[in-house]
């Protein structure tokens, strides 16, 4: 035993394509588990050592059966049971020692590949996330890690050394009587025959069933998030209808799987008793001939019991292993999905950003649009010269949002550049450019920390309570017009978000806006910040935004014409492109395009004159 | 403090009499998810025995073989020794095919008893009023029924069978040694004294442990699920690095106590050995003598060696069994807690029916409060006549979404009544209320799913082409069929690709197909551009004019088309009028609405 032997985890399953397919998969967690690997091998010894011992008891015995009790002599009995004694404890020595040197550092390569497996989620784009739900990714994180450790530190150690223990068992029966030997190892193809049908069709089910319990979590998701809405439609009932077809389907699969289950306990218990019946049979009837002592019959069967463990548990041991090698597909899906937006291979900096922003012929589509439909920014240009604010218009669906997502990289353009201070946003790192320009978004994240630590996200320099960093805290909150929070239970040290006190949609966009307020950066990008404030605070938090944004660059994304006050210019996206920019009574004056978005007031005066002629 | 419901769910420091009545309150409910299987609860045990019984005959066929059938063989009488082999095949085959057969048998028992419990969780958590679900966080309710149901699965599939048939095993291997030979079986009896204590020390250190490891999962998880749900923000705020340190102390603090854990089974594990491996030499010892005196038989002493040593095989997967029967009795013991919550919106016991609604909504005597000492609405009377379009004005907080919340019964009012045609909201049948009754909120929320699925919500069993009407009614028809699938477009998850204006308009859509006599729009146009809202207007003055609609907006463009406009201050209702009365006046209203006008171009 090596401390390489991980690396070649001996198969019991004999037809190459599989065990290659299997292996190869497992193989992959090579770079995970080498630290461990030392101790691993040694664990395997151990264990080996044990079984050895527990096989070496039977020896024992024959020759007090053989020697001493056939004569009636009891004078060897004590050796004897001293000796059985003494291996006894050895045994169990060698599987405490087992124990000690696997299982902590299984523990260890759990963690690295749960932290690798998170560190790459944060990586990947927002795309990625887009297509996968978090139902899917926390099973990943979860169970399926789980499942690798209790592999690598149980069911690889016992697959490897059970394996070697049963070539030594079948060596020594062999030894023993050949013919019996023979009867033994003849009975076993059975299993390892199955063994391959079972992996076969095992791997699919589990695989199956492991996605359709990722899919039940989301459901029981959504049916948790959207409870608003089944009760306003008192569609809980149908909800359910839906949630118990998918759990059926399940239950399905889990009673499909506990067949193959079935099927392979029935081999592995059926093929040993068939074995002990016919070894039986033969073995009284060649001491009866004199071939085999009585001593060397009792020792066979106390070996082939000692080897009945060994058999049993590699069906078990296969079904864990095939269940690992589902669990390492499902989390290299995620570390081998290419990432399309990453840092540059030689970065440039920017040291004192002024914060011209521009879009030269801007292009972007997303992956799964159809061909038939132009790019959804088709060659946009704008230019946002430092310090000024921008207002951007356009109707739902034309892509605002997708535009500022541009600027910080959330999606790469797929045509043309967008510049910082005449440098692409490529050719910046991620984490310097999300310096320079920091956003708040309509659908405002809270993350389960308090508002202080949410308000400073965007300032790990804070993170330390400071006089400085209080003052940033207040001004943020005061241009923001959150001073609410200075009412909830523990001020501004209140836990909000997901774990925390609940805050209606209002008050979380303005803890978000006073986070991306206070990030102080030199572009700062709005995505309709505003929308569910009401009208006296949405002004109030405008006449403070002022003083910001007269420094800073600033997109704001805009649906209303007070936010659009707040802008020195207004840029007008329509059809994929900016058709006009100026400022708000120039286009208001020159384009029915802008004119149809912004203004109500028309709408407005018609109405009332109509109320007047009803009045009237 | 009591532990009724989900009350002190987070505590660790029960009292006896609070620990039995958790205890009794999750058996409870393990006896009434088994009952209706209980027939096949039977058939497993009766298979699952004589099974087992079957597998424990091995030894003792040996002993024979050798004591009857080879002295018999000596003699050329083969039959003592065929009939044992032919047993031991009969056995040895009969029980491999009933433990498959049991195999399947309990699989079928536990899924039956998991689909019950998944089905009872997820209606309880729909039964639960807002008012629950907003206290008890939505992180919580998730975890019940997926990190909570697995705990009860993994004990369901593995842990039980684990130990019935381990303890069927020991039991009929110990029955079968001491019918084999006395004296062994007493010195397997006293080895019972050293494997109960160590089991004991196990259990009373384990139990802590599996406690604090379900702690450490549970933070992680919801580290986890928050950075996935808000990777934009993540993103944006270059929190990555902090995250992986924040993690990484979460997965450190869950590696250390699982580490302790797997120490525990450390001990245990070759505790068990060395105590099986020194009570097969006792047996040696005491069997030896007697067969060298003539007493025992040889083959008697192999058999008896043969099950002391089998004796303790199943212990060490009976062991893990406490892993999963402690996370199993945990997460039973908070679901059964969940299941026991009374709505506080309940479904009325003799419902009235209301097959038509003329949507005439009125408050009578009504006061809200959270607690006694919290009023949000303070004791006021009011009469929606059918047909009205009511604006509700005032600032955030003011109770406006409250008020709405009581006529859609999301909650229940502390004191008085809200009727609906002369109904209490109370006694009226959950599906009349419904179909009368529907709110739009403004976090418009979209399940996984298409568009058309999405809007269907207002009426499963709608055509295509009532939902394309529906879509159409509102504007909603030209963003959709610009999307890449039509209406087939998969939404995604969270809404993922359509904007919030467009979300909003799908739940307009939604709510439209509804049909319902009284409509709630709670900002339900928030997100919305000018020309989008536009067109939602105008479709409003055609749609609610024969139905009762309440409309709650910062924006007074909504205004326009009320017949009654109420303005609320501090939950109380302080000005009530027509709009042009309102605007022509000197109240409150009067002067927001000129603030309002201003801001327009």
């Not at chain 2, 089991?199 to 604090?212: E, G, M, N, Y």
């Not at chain 2, 406006?400 to 002369?422: C, E, N, Q, W």
């Not at chain 2, 109904?423 to 709110?439: E, F, G, T």
Request: glycine share 8%; hydrophobic share 50%; proline share 4%.
């Amino acid at each position: 035993m090596t401390t390489t032997a991980p690396q070649h985890p001996p198969h019991s399953i004999p037809t190459p394509a599989a065990r290659s397919n299997t292996f190869r998969t497992l193989l992959r967690l090579y770079p995970y588990a080498k630290p461990a690997l030392p101790r691993l091998g040694l664990g395997m010894l151990a264990a080996l050592l044990a079984s050895l011992v527990a096989l070496a008891i039977p020896q024992v015995l024959q020759q007090l059966v053989d020697g001493a009790l056939s004569q009636g002599d009891t004078a060897p009995i004590w050796p004897a049971v001293l000796t059985v004694l003494g291996l006894g404890v050895l045994e169990a020595g060698m599987i405490a020692l087992r124990r000690w040197f696997v299982l902590v550092p299984g523990t260890h390569i759990e963690s690295r590949m749960r932290n690798a497996l998170y560190a790459r989620l944060q990586d990947l784009p927002v795309t990625f996330h887009d297509r996968w739900p978090s139902g899917q990714l926390l099973s990943r994180a979860v169970s399926d890690l789980n499942m690798i450790r209790r592999w690598i530190s149980f069911g690889l150690v016992l697959l490897v050394v059970n394996f070697l223990t049963i070539i030594a068992g079948v060596v020594i029966l062999l030894s023993m009587n050949w013919i019996l030997g023979v009867i033994f190892l003849v009975c076993s193809i059975p299993i390892w025959i199955y063994g391959y049908v079972f992996e076969e069709k095992y791997s699919v089910i589990a695989r199956r069933s492991q996605d359709q319990s990722g899919d039940l979590a989301t459901a029981v998701e959504e049916s948790v998030h959207g409870i608003r809405v089944l009760k306003a439609f008192g569609r809980g009932s149908f909800a359910l209808k839906s949630f118990a077809s998918q759990a059926e389907e399940l239950r399905g699969t889990e009673i499909e799987k506990a067949r193959a289950i079935a099927g392979i306990w029935l081999w592995l218990l059926l093929v040993p008793d068939v074995a002990f019946a016919l070894c039986l049979v033969s073995g009284v009837w060649l001491t009866s001939q004199g071939q085999l002592s009585v001593g060397e019959l009792v020792a066979f069967f106390a070996t082939a019991t000692v080897l009945r463990f060994p058999v049993e548990s590699i069906g078990f041991l296969l079904s864990m292993t095939f269940d690992t090698r589902t669990a390492t597909d499902r989390f290299f899906d995620i570390l081998d999905t290419p990432n399309t937006i990453t840092d540059p291979p030689r970065p440039v900096t920017i040291t004192s950003p002024r914060g011209r922003l521009a879009f030269e012929n801007v292009h972007f589509r997303y992956a799964d649009s159809p061909e038939r439909f132009p790019d959804l920014l088709d060659g946009v240009n704008l230019v946002l010269e430092p310090g000024e604010t921008m207002a951007l218009v356009g109707l739902t669906g034309s892509g605002k949002s997708t535009l500022t997502a541009l600027t910080t990289r959330l999606y790469d353009v797929t045509d043309g550049s967008v510049t910082l201070d005449g440098v692409d946003v490529r050719a910046l790192r991620r984490d310097e450019l999300r310096r320079h320009i920091a956003m708040a978004f309509e659908d405002a994240t809270l993350f389960s920390a308090s508002v202080r630590d949410n308000v400073l996200l965007g300032r790990p320099e804070f993170a330390e309570r400071s006089p400085q960093a209080d003052a940033a805290l207040a001004e943020a909150l005061q241009i923001a017009q959150a001073a609410f929070v200075h009412d909830l239970p523990n001020g501004v040290d209140t836990l909000v978000g997901e774990e925390g006190m609940s805050l209606s949609g209002g008050q979380r966009q303005r803890v978000a806006l006073a986070r991306a307020v206070a990030a102080a950066p030199a572009v700062l990008v709005l995505d309709d910040p505003l929308s569910a404030l009401d009208v006296n605070t949405e002004s109030l938090v405008e006449a403070a935004l002022r003083r910001v944004l007269a420094s800073t660059t600033a997109l704001i994304v805009a649906h209303r014409p007070s936010t659009v006050m707040l802008a020195d210019r207004v840029a007008l996206l329509e059809a994929g492109r900016i058709t006009a920019v100026g400022t708000h009574s120039e286009l208001l004056a020159t384009s029915p395009h802008y004119k149809f978005v912004i203004s109500s007031l028309e709408d407005e005066e018609r109405r009332e004159s109509e109320r007047a002629g009803e009045a009237l | 403090m009591s532990v009724i419901g989900v009350e002190g769910e987070e505590r660790l420091d029960y009292t006896k009499a609070e620990s039995a009545q958790i205890r009794r309150r999750s058996l409870r409910l393990l006896g009434s998810l088994l009952f209706p299987v209980r027939w096949s609860v039977v058939v497993a045990m009766l298979v699952v025995v004589v099974s087992t019984a079957a597998q424990v005959a091995g030894p003792a066929l040996i002993a024979y073989g050798i004591d009857k059938g080879l002295p018999a063989l000596l003699e050329q009488d083969w039959v003592p020794l065929a009939a044992t082999g032919v047993i031991y095949l009969v056995t040895g085959i009969t029980g491999a095919l009933l433990i498959a057969w049991y195999t399947v048998l309990s699989a079928r028992i536990s899924q039956a008893v998991l689909i019950d419990l998944r089905k009872r969780v997820f209606l309880q958590t729909q039964r639960l009023s807002l008012e629950f679900h907003e206290s008890y966080t939505s992180g919580r309710i998730i975890s019940r029924q997926t990190s909570d149901l697995d705990a009860i699965r993994e004990l369901l599939d593995s842990g039980i069978n684990q130990l019935v048939q381990g303890l069927l095993y020991m039991a009929f291997t110990g029955i079968a040694l001491v019918a084999l030979d006395g004296v062994s079986g007493l010195v397997l009896l006293v080895a019972l004294v050293p494997l109960l204590a160590l089991t004991r020390w196990f259990q009373v250190r384990s139990q802590h442990l599996f406690r604090q490891s379900r702690t450490a999962s549970a933070s992680l998880i919801v580290q986890f699920v928050e950075t996935m749900t808000g990777i934009r923000a993540v993103k944006a705020f270059r929190t990555e690095k902090r995250n992986e340190g924040v993690f990484g102390k979460l997965v450190e603090s869950y590696r250390l106590v699982n580490a302790r854990v797997i120490q525990l089974f450390g001990v245990f594990d070759p505790g068990l050995i060395l105590i099986g491996n020194v009570t097969v030499a006792a047996v040696l010892l005491v069997g030896g003598f007697r067969v060298a005196d003539g007493q025992l038989a040889i083959g008697a002493l192999l058999a008896a060696l043969l099950y002391t040593r089998r004796f303790f095989d199943p212990m060490e997967e009976m062991a893990m069994f406490y892993n999963s029967y402690q996370s199993a009795a945990a997460a039973l013991e908070k679901i059964s807690g969940v299941l026991e919550e009374q709505p506080g919106v309940p479904d009325p016991v003799t419902p009235v029916d209301l097959w038509t609604s003329k949507g005439a909504v009125q408050f009578d005597n009504v006061q809200f409060e959270y607690q006694a000492d919290r009023v949000i609405l303070p004791h006021f009377s009011l009469t929606l006549e059918p047909g009205q379009t009511i604006a509700l004005v005032g600032s955030t907080g003011a109770g406006k979404s409250t008020l709405a919340k009581l006529i859609s019964r999301f909650y229940d009012p502390s004191h008085g009544r809200v009727l609906l045609d002369g109904v209490d909201l109370r006694d009226l049948h959950p599906k009349d209320l419904r179909r009368a009754i529907v709110m739009v909120t403004q976090e418009a929320y979209l399940f996984s799913g298409s568009v058309a699925d999405n809007i269907a919500i207002g009426k499963p069993e709608a055509t295509r082409s009532e939902i394309e009407a529906a879509a159409r009614a509102v504007g909603a028809h030209d963003f959709i069929v610009g999307l890449p699938g039509g209406y087939d477009t998969d939404v995604n998850k969270r809404g993922g690709r359509v904007s919030a204006g467009q979300r909003q308009l799908i739940s307009f859509a939604r709510a439209f197909l509804a049909d319902p006599a009284v409509l709630i729009l709670d900002e339900a146009t928030s997100s919305l551009d000018i020309p989008s809202e536009r067109l939602v207007q105008e479709a409003l003055q055609t749609l609610l004019s024969d139905r009762t609609a309440v409309i709650i907006a910062h924006r007074l463009s909504t205004v326009a088309i009320a017949d009654r406009v109420l303005v609320m201050e501090n939950g109380i209702i302080v000005e009530d009028g027509t709009p042009d009365m309102l605007i022509s006046g000197t109240g409150r209203f009067a002067r927001l609405h000129a603030a309002w006008r201003e801001s327009l171009v």
